[in-house]
């Protein structure tokens, strides 16, 4: 079985400031992949960034980045110069070989103060 | 749009009645996947189809909650009897087939709200 913890159900950044969400999970499975969602008030689920777990270089995508620790299972989501549009839910989310599912953290809050 | 389709956005029901709620992928994906989100919570996989086929139900509840995905026309999730806490946003997503670790596209979802 697949679990994925958030653990900070909220968190405030500064605007163009850097803030970083965290997210552990666990498998069995040796491939696997893991993506971050961004859920903004309108609920749409937005693909942030992505991560294969057979890759040591972090996956960068403008001013997203990840930490992927692959022996701590850790994968948290670097936002720099925050932006207002960044506030919103985000989800960590593991996606096995093994089965096509993704498993989802709770989430977390993001807010952004001006 | 060449987005993950889905609708209606938002459908009331009072107990006892049925919801369809329906879902057509991208365009190339045969592939389609339904979670559930209750207020406050990450979305919770309920069942992975292709067409005609149903791969992993193992998030569906047992009774009432039906999925198809058939050969012609969109994905539909079929709630029966539909009772309070059946109220809750529903995601539907796709991915392309035989690419590992395929990030899946979502749609806007449907609110169901129940009376």
Sequence with gaps: ?114 | NAGVMQNPRHLVRRRGQEARLRCSPMKGHSHVYWYRQLPEEGLKFMVYLQKENIIDESGMPKERFSAEFPKEGPSILRIQQVVRGDSAAYFCASSPPTVPGRPQHFGDGTRLSIL
Aim: with cysteine.
């Design chain 1, 1 to 114: 079985a697949q679990t994925v913890t958030q653990s900070q159900p909220e968190m405030s950044v500064q605007e163009a400031e850097t803030v970083t969400l965290s997210c552990t999970y666990d498998t069995s499975e040796s491939d696997y992949y893991l993506f971050w969602y961004k859920q903004p008030p309108s609920r749409q689920m937005i693909l942030v960034i992505r991560q294969e777990a057979y890759k040591q270089q972090n996956a960068t995508e403008n001013r997203f980045s990840v930490n992927f620790q692959k022996a701590a299972k850790s994968f948290s989501l670097k936002i720099s110069d925050s932006q207002l549009g960044d506030a919103a839910m985000y989800f960590c989310a593991l996606h096995t070989g093994a089965n096509s599912k993704l498993t989802f953290g709770k989430g977390i809050t993001l807010s952004v103060r001006p």
